[in-house]
């Protein structure tokens, strides 16, 4: 299934309406949006700085690369790590140094941060460099959960949903199978 999401297309008119509002909202809240570019969605940061949630953003993408979704799938995910960093000091303080020391190693392989690195084979090196550490386990254990556990996302990748509230498997194509 190569179903690639279409970019929702945004007058200039209606982008500039929606980057004033947002500005508003942030200077009466004092929030931190993380904004798509073109303005497609956007996610509120309680906690984390703008440069550190676009790094953990370019981190869950890199775990788990789905070239057919859209970034708002993946700053969904990542969602639940900045909700949990601004309620607990030491997972906030977990996913900093996690994140500076992302940015440091891709650093010294190419000379960006992690965000900004454009080739894939340096940010995996990176990556590769902290799979034991407790930011990836964090990271990772948060990620696949939220990132795969949003309903609109299931079609692209052909799964229906569960099946017990429609009464199971058994009767919805539990012994379909025509390669055996």
Not at 14 to 19: D, P
Not at 52 to 58: D, G, Y
Not at 134 to 155: C, D, M, R
Request: hydrophobic share 45%; aromatic share 10%.
């Amino acid at each position: 299934m190569n179903h690639v999401e279409q970019p929702r297309r945004v007058s200039r008119r209606g982008f500039l309406a929606g980057g004033a509002a947002a500005i508003v909202a942030v200077a009466v809240t004092g929030t931190t949006v993380l904004m798509d570019p073109s303005g497609a969605w956007a996610v509120e940061l309680q906690s984390l700085k703008p440069e550190e949630a676009q790094a953990l953003l370019k981190f869950v993408h890199d775990l788990f690369p789905h070239d057919q979704l859209a970034e708002v799938y993946y700053a969904n995910a990542i969602a639940p790590l900045n909700d949990e960093a601004a309620k607990d000091p030491s997972a906030k303080r977990l996913l900093v140094d996690g994140i500076s020391r992302l940015n440091r190693l891709a650093q010294a392989a190419g000379g960006a941060a992690y965000a900004d690195v454009s080739d894939e084979k340096i940010r995996v090196a990176a990556i590769k460099q902290l799979e034991g550490s407790p930011f990836f386990a964090k990271v990772y254990g948060t990620a696949v959960v939220s990132l795969y556990n949003q309903p609109k996302l299931w079609p692209k990748f052909g799964y229906e949903g569960p099946s017990s509230p429609l009464g199971g498997y058994l009767h919805r194509g539990f012994s379909d199978i025509d390669w055996l």
